[in-house]
């Protein structure tokens, strides 16, 4: 095995709980055991607060449109620390095929997207940075270091793991990301602290409106703006073909247009989340390209990355 693997086999362990490392975790009390101040704790702990939307987007559009992309490759295998060949080699597809296939579709619609990366898969593929750079349009945001499961990972671990990929990203793409999406869109009770003290900007994990808004903190406002997700807006879960989920690549265009016209009827926000080495293959590109016809055909879109967005309804909410 080569040397460089078998160190990220041996940091992905290090950030495991105890149940992946075969240990038993200690027994949790049920919620129902939970007294009301404990409960509005831990329901309290990360909560969605004024809602940013804006009276208005730029130039008159009716709604704004975010694509995005979980750059993740091999670290989807790795970092549980037991990866198999097989696994690798799919990983390895959205570099080495769907990436290029991806930008493409993108320069033909002229169209920015933002790209959170794991800083392990920019490791192994550098030359993901150029390709992802060469439009000038594009940005690029922090996804953790391994795709770690940080909710497993002590806080300094967390703390070490987040600070090394935005150290390492601003460095081999010339720019410091102010965005952040947790691996596997989660947050462990350190997770808001860390990306506050590190000074992101955004963040785009959360799940608990269609409308930016921002982030509270045992209650109190962070200045954090959120760009919500939603898992009926990212392909992976509905592409897994090894899953009870798997839809066909047009069924899951029309449900991305269902969703685009609402969000426009609403002049709300549009936010989609892919992932080059799901999104990438032949088949399911044209999922993407149907939905990009049709907004093209729509009008009134502003495309923009998660950066633009939220530096925007920042603005216009009078946020410093």
């Known amino acids: 095995m080569p040397a460089r693997i078998a160190c990220l086999i041996v940091i992905a362990m290090s950030v495991a709980g105890p149940a992946a490392r075969g240990q038993q975790p200690p027994a949790r009390r049920p919620a129902w055991e939970w007294s009301d101040d404990t409960i509005r704790k831990v329901v309290n702990a990360v909560r969605a607060g004024r809602s940013l939307q804006p009276n208005q987007w730029p130039g008159g559009a009716r709604v704004a449109v ?3 992309f979980d750059v993740d490759n091999e670290t989807v295998s790795l970092r549980f620390g037991e990866p198999t060949i097989g696994a690798l080699s799919q990983g390895e ?14 320069d033909r619609y002229r169209i920015p ?40 990972a002590p806080p300094d671990v967390e703390r070490e793991l987040v600070r090394r990929a935005l150290d390492y990203l601003t460095r081999v793409t010339g720019t410091r990301p102010v965005g952040y999406r947790a691996p596997s869109w989660n ?33 109190q406002p962070t200045g954090i703006v959120e760009i919500p997700v939603e898992w009926i807006l990212d392909d992976a879960p509905l592409f897994n073909v090894q ?27 549009f ?11 032949r088949s399911r590109i044209v999922a993407l390209e149907l939905l990009l ?28």
């Open 66 to 68: 975010l694509l995005s």
């Open 113 to 152: 997207a933002s790209f959170f990366i794991p800083a392990v898969s920019l490791m192994l593929h550098p030359e993901m940075a150029d390709v992802i750079k060469a439009s000038g349009r594009h940005e690029f945001g922090v996804h953790g270091w391994i795709h770690e499961m940080n909710t497993q």
């Open 243 to 269: 899953g009870a989920n798997y839809a066909h690549p047009r069924d899951v265009a029309q449900v991305w247009i269902d969703e685009f016209d609402r969000a426009w009827e609403e002049r709300t926000m």
């Open 187 to 219: 947050f462990s009770p350190a997770t808001l602290s860390i990306i506050r003290d590190l000074g992101f900007t955004y963040e785009s994990s959360m799940m608990s409106d269609d409308r930016p808004y921002e982030l509270l903190q045992d209650g």
């Open 293 to 320: 016809a049709h907004i093209r055909a729509k009008g009134g879109v502003w495309f923009a990355t998660h950066r633009e967005a939220a530096e925007y309804v920042k603005k216009e909410a009078g946020m410093r």
């Open 93 to 106: 597809y959205g570099a080495r095929v769907a990436l290029g296939r991806v930008v493409n579709l993108l």
């Open 271 to 281: 936010v989609l989340t892919m992932h080059p080495h799901v999104i990438g293959h």
